[in-house]
């Protein structure tokens, strides 16, 4: 059973003293477009970059297409990575700094 009508469908609008146009062809010259830039992100211009498509060297497919952080496995990878050295580093001051304000506010509140 067939309607007569297509995907297409192109409906004449005539004015006065004009010709036909399709709305078709109204609707692209209305239709807003966006105005902001196309292309890979500036903040993720230093990530290592996967494809998502990837069997790793178990077997399993990846299923992630980018990755924010790496964890070291082994302690001596951890020991020899000056970045982590610094993480761990910045990690006990900020432990040492909790436990002194911790201390402190609950010997003022003591007395």
């Known amino acids: 059973m067939s309607t007569g009508y297509t995907s297409k469908t192109f409906v004449p609008v005539v004015l006065e003293g004009t010709e036909p146009v399709s709305i078709e062809a109204r ?3 209305n239709a807003r477009r966006s105005k902001g830039q196309n ?3 500036a903040r993720l211009k230093d990530c ?4 998502d498509n990837v069997i790793n060297d178990d077997g399993d497919p990846v299923h992630f297409a980018l990755m924010d952080e790496y964890k070291p496995i082994k302690m001596e990878e951890a020991l020899n990575d000056p970045k982590w050295i610094c993480s761990i580093k910045e990690e006990l001051e900020s432990i040492k700094f909790y436990k002194s304000k911790k201390g402190l506010l609950i010997h003022q509140i003591s007395q």
């Open 48 to 51: 290592e970059l996967f494809q």
């Open 27 to 29: 609707m692209e010259n």
């Open 39 to 41: 292309g890979f992100p």
